[in-house]
């Protein structure tokens, strides 16, 4: 049994390695400062922390594609705040985490009251981002300069020092938490897993909400690294965040995967990022559409790979 999943392990991680391997090698040899791939890192550093709760809401079987609106309803909160009614920055801040956690709670109520998880949150993406943008003008909200002044550590943004936070936080209670062990129970078997009266509910609710709360901080973070508050702000981050999940090896059906293999799939898909723009410098023809061909179809194959994995080994 351990060999068959030390096996298992290897296969599944054998793809996003190479790929990782690749990727860095073209990086390397284009970039010639380094230190400038640091700002570059900061949208992806934001995609991570979200894909952290993104990993245990898989894991249990679900799926968030709010999670994107709620950043943008988060950023927008904080610039009305700020802007319209004079709170200040951190007061502001406060509550479009607050915002989070209740749009993340509105998620897990429901699909612990019995609805899917794939609705609900479909219908709530579109909720989340009307709300977002009704309650801000369409160009944004401008922001004072100073925010992202205080944003920095030296040369490091507070994007790399939030995930690495997050990161560890999220390990523990995925794999060191009774919490966390019931999700993998519950995308192996949710039915055995309600049996035995594990914490399903409960597990379920936590999961959602921590979604919303990390989306939550996000969005501060985002307000002070662009200094400006707009509806759109992260739209379509929902796609990176689940590619992340699943390109490091997570089942997109439930039962399995880690914090560690969602490290693993983030690196890859922003060395791919960054490779492909690189590339874009010496092909003409490697533009932005050309780039979404190829993640979406990364995304694709790899999804396959660990499903047939998966069933070729149980």
């Not at 977002?132 to 992202?148: D, N, T, W």
């Not at 062990?181 to 049996?195: H, I, S």
């Not at 979604?211 to 508050?229: E, F, H, K, N, P």
Request: charged share 10%; hydrophobic share 55%.
């Amino acid at each position: 049994m351990n060999r068959d999943h030390l096996k298992s392990t290897l296969l599944t991680l054998l793809v996003p390695v190479v790929l990782l391997v690749i990727a860095m090698i073209i990086v390397i040899t284009k970039v010639e400062r380094p230190a400038a791939l640091i700002q570059t890192g900061i949208e992806w550093m934001e995609v991570g922390v979200l894909a952290l709760a993104m990993t245990a809401i898989i894991i249990t079987g679900g799926i968030d594609l709010s999670v994107a609106s709620i950043v943008g309803l988060c950023v927008v909160t904080t610039g009305v705040l700020f802007d319209e009614y004079s709170w200040s920055y951190p007061a502001a801040a406060t509550v479009a985490v607050a915002v989070g956690i209740l749009a993340g709670s509105l998620n897990g109520l429901a699909i612990v009251g019995g609805l899917s998880p794939l609705i609900v949150t479909l219908a709530t993406m579109a909720l989340y981002s009307g709300l977002a943008l009704s309650i801000a003008p369409e160009a944004g909200i401008q922001m004072p300069i100073a925010l992202e002044d205080s944003i920095y550590f030296g040369r490091w943004p507070l994007q790399y020092f939030i995930f690495l936070t997050a990161l560890l936080f999220a390990y523990i209670l995925l794999h060191h938490t009774r919490n966390g062990r019931t999700c993998f129970y519950l995308g192996e078997n949710p039915v055995a897993a309600r049996y035995v009266a594990l914490p399903v509910n409960r597990t379920l609710l936590s999961v959602y909400l921590l979604s919303g709360l990390l989306a939550g901080v996000v969005a501060v973070m985002y307000v002070m690294s662009r200094t400006t508050a707009i509806a759109i702000a992260h739209q379509g981050a929902e796609l990176k965040v689940i590619a992340c999940v699943v390109v490091g090896g997570t089942l997109i059906t439930g039962g399995h995967g880690s914090i560690g293999r969602t490290f693993l799939g983030l690196c890859v898909m922003a060395s791919l990022d960054i490779c492909l723009d690189l590339m874009s410098n010496d092909y003409v023809w490697m533009d932005a559409r050309v780039k979404m061909i190829v993640m979406g179809g990364l995304v694709i194959a790899i999804a396959v790979w660990n499903q047939w994995l998966a069933r070729r080994l149980n």
